[in-house]
């Protein structure tokens, strides 16, 4: 083992003398943001690449992504512990956040960006907050479900009679999140049944687009999915949803939990000014209004920013509350793997 | 070298041809046995330390990713382990994997013998074209064939849409080897056959076929390997394989115990295959013993039949390559201009290059002296070296770097997300690739040589750059393009443990379709396959080479 790791180190040598992702420079005595930072990115890239181009824009701080996954990247964050590369971690749901920050690994966010986030959307620890939110909803074709075929909630598809008849992307980050607030609202047994039963229903796809797309070919009768990518692709061509309807579960179900995408800045972060300088412009106004006007579709959060009218006011889904920071996306993957999802 | 038939050696000889992808059997030491009479009957001198240090501390590096693989179960403990293997979806994980083998393996076989006989010992007019056809769905990553089904046919899922485009993808790394043996059998056995009584039927059943098990086992072992690794074909038509398992688990868990138990059990399956077919081989000999050169083979006219060879081949032709260039064509001419026009294309197109030049150069040099002492110090220690690395190359890239991303966070945090951790990921997956052409090429440069040019007063090392350096330099080109085909299409590994930033041809193109964005995906895709036809030909060229002219 040793002389193997002797090997790399030899090989690395050998190899070239490369050294990576570009590490954050010192920031000037003036305390403005420069240099570059790495975000580590589980949001869409095409919506954190058009935040990073806006702030490179009026920074000049160069900014670098590595993509992933919600979980992927925090736990490759708590392997890497203090020797981190990355400056920023953002993601789609809040698990994963709350992985990190339990790891001791976030920076206190600056008071200034807290206080520009409603209470809500901000975990008790002050050490990330909300940047974005996007809701569950159960897209489904209406030549093959009539609305009133339709599930009251989420529970509901455990039934027997939903058996081969929806779809979800059980491997992604998503879902997971959509499982950790039925785990906080339910219980550990009662969603450890509900899985069981899922295995049994449901038709497993990879990734959300895909789900749809399926159910838009009549593939499948339904599936449950985050509703941007369904007015992201009304937005677009319509060719993977034009078939398609979305029902919202409301009723502080399960099925209508509302996901807090979150960012943080890491304590290790060699560049933390910038660091948290684009975090204050994610969740500013000019971030905010990425959300309203892009073609993302995911809810902006802050005050003052108002959702893209084509979509169900914030207000009207009745989600359930669920403090983000209790979500537990550790549990949520045992589970899963016990259930034999992963 | 002589107009003799290269002597095809017996086992031990034959570790060449395993685990290494397109490379054609034929290509095994073809004079390996001149040169090692030639070291054995000139002086026999050590070794430079300098390169058996090189050879050992890369081969010890190769069994790194193993080593990760049994300390991790050794470390997760046998409750905890048993439990995350011994589960029902394990149990589907399994029966998928071993359906996918046991089901595509002899398809290729079959599809890749009929077609290599059909192209070299029938009068089908327009063989010859088709013989280079065939060869050209290893241009196209089974990732991108994959794409080009599910575009055509959006519903493809399951077991029988992984095993017709595996099958489709990977057919003519039975086809390659076995068209090249066919190309040197000596007609004369055949004819033997004939003038006893034996039928066309029977003279391929009983006397073709039995020359070609090397060739088909050594082929069908390559695909068998390539179904085990392969992500990105399944993943797109939805067929859960162990490896599309460990990079969900990877997804959820980074590197979590669930991800290593699977990839402990997806190791010992590899494992299988490497045993099965070495102990499949036999320990027959092929080669022609006698003088001379043999006749060019006779062609056989398929009368009545012909119309069927040609839907044969034409069919396997428009399956393998037509339906995946026409949906790429189709994305493209619907993306027009827009598509290229983000800067990323070109970028990408740039990194994925300069991996491909880096990752070449770096692992033919270090496979360099592996190759060397097998030629010129031929002992157990030298071949217990090469098939060390042959073992690592047949593990899934998955499993490989999932264990350099773990080593490298824990014991060499300065490599970590670095290019050279990337590189040297490539150099543990593809060496082979590299080693068996170098050896080959090696081999067939007399010993004498070099040492005469010592004796006329040249430096050691000028008279084996001047000498042994030009005769195989031409090896060395092909042993470097099969490692930049490697990388070009390297998807799993590259997106482990790349630098934060890195946009490779594999990786953009996996991002778009994972968007379902196949119209955005579709530049990647062109711009892979136009990168992979020069080296598959370069690949289809040797092949023809080996054999009598």
Known sequence: ?342 | MSATLPPVSPAPERRDSPSVPPVPPASPPPSAGSARADAVGGVRRRPSPFIVAVAFTVSLLGLLPLGYVIVTGILTGWTELSALVFRPRVGELLANTVGLVVVTVPLCAAIGVGAAWLVGRTRLPGAPVFAVLLAAPLAVPAFVNSYGWVSAIPSLNGLWSGVLIATLSYFPLVYLPCAAALRRLDPTVEEAAGSLGSGAWGVFFRVILPQLRLPILGGSLLVGLHLLSEYGAFAMVRFDTFTTAIVEQYRSTFNGPAANALAGVLVLLCLFLLVGESGARGRSRYARIGSGVARTPTRRSLGRLMPLGYLFLGGLFVLSIGVPFTSVVRWLVQGGASVWADGVVGEAFLQTVGYGLIGAVVTCLLAFPIAFLAVRYPSRLARGLESVNYLTSSLPGIVTALALVTVSIRFVQPLYQTMALVIATYVLMFLPRALVNLRAGLAQVPVGLEEAARSLGRHPLGAFLGVTARFFAPSALAAGALVFLGIVTELTATLLLAPSGTRTLAIQFWSKVNDINYVGAAPYALLMIVLSLPVTYLLFARSRMTSVS
């Open chain 1, 1 to 342: 083992m040793i002389v193997g790791i002797a090997g790399v180190t030899l090989l690395g040598a050998t190899a070239c003398s490369a050294n990576g992702a570009t590490s954050g420079s010192t920031t000037p005595s003036d305390g403005s943001p420069s240099g570059s930072i790495t975000v580590y990115n589980a949001q869409h890239e095409e919506l954190t690449q058009a935040w990073a181009d806006e702030f490179t824009k009026e920074t000049g701080v160069e900014v670098t992504l590595r993509n992933g996954e919600d979980p992927e990247l925090g736990n490759q964050l708590v392997q890497e512990g203090t020797a981190s590369k990355a400056d920023v971690f953002l993601t789609e749901n809040s698990p994963a956040m709350s992985l990190v920050d339990n790891a001791g690994l976030f920076a206190p966010v600056d008071k200034a960006t807290l206080a520009q986030v409603p209470d809500q959307f901000q975990p008790s620890s002050g050490n990330w907050t909300g940047i974005a939110a996007r809701s569950t909803v159960f897209a489904y074709n209406p030549a093959l479900l009539s609305e009133d075929q339709l599930p009251a909630s989420l529970l509901d598809l455990a039934d027997p009679s939903w058996k081969g008849r929806w779809a979800a992307s059980p491997s992604g980050a998503d879902f997971q999140a959509i499982v950790s607030a039925m785990l906080e609202l339910k219980g550990e047994s009662a969603t450890t049944a509900w899985l069981k039963a899922m295995k049994t229903n449901t038709v497993a796809y990879k990734g959300n687009s895909t789900v749809m797309k399926a159910i838009n070919a009549g593939e499948i009768p339904g599936g449950v999915i985050y509703h941007y990518y369904w007015y992201a692709d009304q937005a677009g061509t319509g060719e993977n949803s034009a078939n398609t309807r979305m029902h919202y579960f409301k009723n502080q179900d399960p099925g209508a939990f509302l996901s807090l995408s979150g960012g943080g800045v890491l304590a290790s972060s060699p560049n933390p000014v910038a660091a948290q300088a684009f975090l204050a412009f994610i969740t500013g106004k000019a971030g905010q209004t990425i959300l309203q006007t892009g073609t993302s579709f995911e809810y902006p959060i802050v005050d003052g920013v108002s959702a893209n009218p084509a979509l169900l006011p914030l207000g009207d889904l009745d989600a359930p509350k669920i403090d983000p920071s209790q979500l537990n996306g550790t549990l949520v993957t045992d589970l899963m793997t016990q259930a034999g999802l992963l």
